[in-house]
């Protein structure tokens, strides 16, 4: 999020976490669209403010922390079980990993487990062909195939992401069907519901939340 009045409309959709990203490459950086410190500090926003950072130094992201008063923190880059930890002992952390086609997610996330939360994402890698062309941290709209989490523990509050669409509520009602779903604690939604890098179409957003709302009904009163 880069905009001040979308946070406030994202609370009163029944949003509760919000991201706000802080790595200077991305399109949706805050600082690039303006979104200053003092102005997120003095708004009384019902949302909880998660930083997105890439490769941050510790120092770096918790001063952001302070200045912007987050409430969490996501890393989204190759931060290793002890940086996380560390930052885990000052504030709540979500670990993202991007996955390859072959990469083996049991294997990727298991040494991670003191962190709070995990975000399970696509990955984009550098091309071979145009080396101008770096590493996408998040962002890209690529589909997660969920599908490679069915059947497996991941024993950690989970968010789902990766190119998450305004008619996706009915898939991922399948998907809370399986074991595996026991642990999704959130849905993680960015581009597909943008009008612009940072600015959300927020009535594809009401509406998407609606008919997940509606699915997830459904689904508990199946159970």
């Given at each position: 999020?880069?905009?001040?009045?979308?946070?406030?409309?994202?609370?009163?959709?029944?949003?509760?976490f919000a991201g706000m990203i802080f790595y200077p490459k991305s399109p949706r950086y805050v600082l690039k669209h303006g979104l200053k410190a003092a102005d997120v500090r003095k708004e009384k926003l019902k949302v909880f403010k998660?930083?997105?950072?890439?490769?941050?130094?510790?120092?770096?992201v918790m001063q952001t922390v302070y200045e912007y008063g987050l409430d969490m923190v996501q890393l989204h880059g190759d931060e290793t079980?002890?940086?996380?930890?560390?930052?885990?002992?000052?504030?709540?952390?979500?670990?993202?990993?991007?996955?390859?086609?072959?990469?083996?997610?049991?294997?990727?996330?298991?040494?991670?487990?003191?962190?709070?939360?995990?975000?399970?994402?696509?990955?984009?890698?550098?091309?071979?062909?145009?080396?101008?062309?770096?590493?996408?941290?998040?962002?890209?709209?690529?589909?997660?195939?969920?599908?490679?989490?069915?059947?497996?523990?991941?024993?950690?509050?989970?968010?789902?992401?990766?190119?998450?669409?305004?008619?996706?509520?009915?898939?991922?009602?399948?998907?809370?069907?399986?074991?595996?779903?026991?642990?999704?604690?959130?849905?993680?939604?960015?581009?597909?519901?943008?009008?612009?890098?940072?600015?959300?179409?927020?009535?594809?957003?009401?509406?998407?939340?609606?008919?997940?709302?509606?699915?997830?009904?459904?689904?508990?009163?199946?159970?």
């Open positions: 999020m880069t905009a001040i009045e979308q946070l406030h409309e994202l609370g009163e959709l029944g949003v509760q998660v930083g997105v950072f890439v490769n941050a130094p510790y120092e770096e079980p002890y940086q996380c930890d560390k930052l885990s002992s000052n504030i709540q952390v979500i670990k993202a990993f991007r996955f390859g086609d072959n990469d083996d997610v049991q294997w990727r996330i298991r040494d991670f487990y003191e962190t709070d939360m995990f975000l399970f994402d696509t990955g984009v890698k550098s091309s071979s062909v145009d080396p101008a062309i770096k590493d996408i941290y998040g962002g890209t709209g690529r589909k997660f195939n969920w599908e490679r989490l069915k059947g497996l523990n991941i024993a950690k509050p989970f968010f789902l992401s990766g190119g998450i669409e305004p008619t996706d509520a009915g898939s991922i009602q399948r998907f809370m069907q399986d074991p595996v779903a026991k642990d999704l604690f959130a849905v993680d939604i960015n581009s597909r519901f943008e009008v612009m890098p940072g600015i959300k179409n927020m009535s594809l957003i009401a509406q998407f939340i609606k008919e997940l709302n509606d699915a997830v009904s459904d689904t508990t009163k199946a159970e």
